[in-house]
């Protein structure tokens, strides 16, 4: 499914969406306590600093708070060639009868029907390997069908499990280690088949959950498999020219039945995370429950289900901080980023946070 909306009152650029971040503000590793991030509180006019602990005095009882329940896999695979050379992958999603769909890092393509051998967790002998069966879904795509196995013949996700890394994003240098095993993922993660975490999500704890359960702040769940492209930039200045990654997602009946009620009872629905916008839209303007999603939204987009928004910073000339601008506003958005940068906010998947207001 393709959703576009283009239409704002100014023709908006790539370059709109550039601005200058020191480096020094990239996230490198999680607060030592989950909900101890920053949120910078941008629903009025002037930026108001909190703490994530303090997000629930901006909630009211009929409230829904909707979070996206995905679970990130250890997605990350290392090994070689019949020849020697190193390779990387990276696991998309695993299609059924031990096929999964990964990019491939390698200084040279391997030929089709080619088997890799990829190493094993200390102390394990799988012979783990992947054969390579082509691109996929089509010749043009960047991903690779292969066919992912071992001795024992376990699924992929038993064997991402065992012998995977945690997929950081590019922007974090150190290699993954058991710290980001538990913080690179939500309290609640559910559905294994992100390669990316829902990042605005990971700032909730138990405890916070409590107090908002506590309120009569209601809660539901969608699911959107976080794909690698989350994390490209958008290269066209002309938006409209942009090819968005296609990523999979479900709204439950469940959800479904939540968010009428909530809308009857006059309360607000707060989405946790521009995947789960992503979500929530796709199904308002599909009206497909589940299904692929490439919608790309830009200023001028009509939202037609979300009222607030939690989520992280975003980066640089990237398709999320289109999104936001669309659903706060351009000016505001951009203002709100100065505020951070000047108020030395955290950046990007560890960082801190920002509670947003749609503009109408």
Same mark, same amino acid.
């Given at each position: 499914?393709?959703?576009?909306?283009?239409?704002?009152?100014? +023709?908006? *650029?790539?370059?709109?969406?550039? %601005?200058?971040?020191?480096?020094?503000?990239?996230?490198?590793?999680?607060?030592?306590?989950?909900?101890?991030?920053? =949120?910078?509180?941008?629903?009025?006019?002037?930026?108001?600093?909190?703490?994530?602990?303090?997000?629930?005095?901006? !909630?009211?009882?009929?409230?829904? =708070?909707? %979070?996206?329940?995905?679970?990130?896999?250890?997605?990350?695979?290392?090994?070689?060639?019949?020849?020697?050379?190193?390779?990387?992958? !990276?696991?998309?999603?695993? =299609?059924?009868?031990?096929?999964?769909?990964?990019?491939?890092?390698?200084?040279?393509?391997?030929?089709?029907?080619?088997? =890799? /051998?990829?190493?094993?967790?200390?102390?394990? &002998?799988?012979?783990?390997?992947?054969?390579?069966?082509?691109?996929?879904?089509?010749?043009?795509?960047?991903?690779?069908?292969?066919?992912?196995?071992?001795?024992?013949?376990?699924?992929?996700?038993?064997?991402?499990?065992?012998?995977? &890394?945690?997929?950081?994003?590019?922007?974090?240098?150190?290699?993954?280690?058991?710290?980001?095993?538990?913080?690179?993922?939500?309290? %609640?993660?559910?559905?294994?088949?992100?390669?990316?975490?829902?990042?605005? /999500? !990971?700032?909730?704890?138990?405890?916070? !959950?409590?107090?908002?359960?506590?309120?009569?702040?209601?809660?539901?769940? #969608?699911?959107?498999?976080?794909?690698?492209?989350?994390?490209?930039?958008?290269?066209?200045?002309?938006?409209?020219?942009?090819?968005?990654?296609?990523?999979?997602?479900?709204?439950?009946?469940?959800?479904?039945?939540?968010?009428?009620?909530?809308? +009857?009872?006059?309360? $607000?629905?707060? /989405?946790?995370? *521009?995947?789960?916008?992503?979500?929530?839209?796709?199904?308002?303007?599909?009206?497909?429950?589940?299904?692929?999603? $490439?919608?790309?939204?830009?200023?001028?987009?009509?939202?037609?289900?979300?009222?607030?928004?939690?989520?992280?910073?975003?980066?640089?000339?990237?398709?999320?901080?289109?999104? #936001?601008?669309?659903?706060?506003?351009?000016?505001?958005?951009?203002?709100?980023? $100065?505020?951070?940068?000047?108020?030395?906010?955290?950046? %990007?998947?560890?960082?801190?946070?920002?509670?947003?207001?749609?503009?109408?």
């Amino acid at each position: 499914m393709s959703t576009t909306s283009i239409g704002a009152t100014r +023709a908006f *650029t790539l370059s709109d969406f550039d %601005f200058v971040l020191p480096e020094t503000l990239i996230a490198q590793h999680p607060a030592p306590e989950r909900s101890g991030s920053r =949120l910078l509180d941008g629903t009025q006019n002037t930026p108001v600093d909190r703490t994530f602990r303090d997000l629930p005095t901006q !909630l009211r009882s009929g409230d829904l =708070l909707v %979070f996206n329940d995905t679970k990130v896999v250890k997605a990350r695979l290392f090994g070689e060639k019949p020849t020697g050379g190193k390779l990387e992958l !990276l696991i998309e999603r695993v =299609l059924g009868g031990n096929q999964v769909a990964a990019h491939m890092r390698v200084s040279k393509k391997p030929e089709v029907g080619t088997t =890799l /051998a990829l190493v094993g967790a200390p102390g394990t &002998h799988d012979n783990l390997s992947a054969t390579l069966l082509g691109r996929w879904p089509d010749a043009d795509s960047p991903l690779f069908r292969f066919v992912l196995s071992n001795d024992a013949g376990d699924d992929p996700h038993t064997l991402m499990e065992r012998h995977g &890394h945690v997929p950081l994003p590019p922007y974090i240098t150190h290699t993954d280690s058991a710290e980001d095993a538990a913080r690179y993922q939500t309290v %609640f993660a559910k559905n294994p088949g992100a390669v990316a975490a829902p990042t605005a /999500a !990971l700032h909730f704890d138990e405890a916070l !959950l409590q107090r908002i359960d506590a309120m009569g702040v209601q809660r539901a769940s #969608v699911t959107l498999h976080v794909g690698a492209g989350t994390f490209q930039p958008v290269k066209t200045e002309n938006l409209a020219e942009h090819q968005m990654h296609s990523e999979w997602y479900e709204v439950p009946a469940a959800t479904q039945q939540a968010i009428a009620e909530c809308r +009857a009872r006059g309360g $607000r629905i707060v /989405a946790v995370g *521009t995947t789960t916008v992503r979500t929530l839209e796709s199904w308002a303007q599909s009206g497909q429950a589940s299904g692929d999603t $490439r919608i790309f939204i830009t200023p001028g987009f009509q939202f037609q289900l979300i009222d607030m928004l939690v989520t992280n910073f975003h980066l640089p000339k990237s398709s999320l901080m289109m999104l #936001v601008s669309a659903f706060a506003g351009y000016e505001h958005i951009m203002a709100l980023y $100065r505020h951070a940068i000047a108020q030395q906010y955290r950046f %990007f998947s560890y960082g801190d946070a920002m509670l947003l207001a749609r503009q109408v």
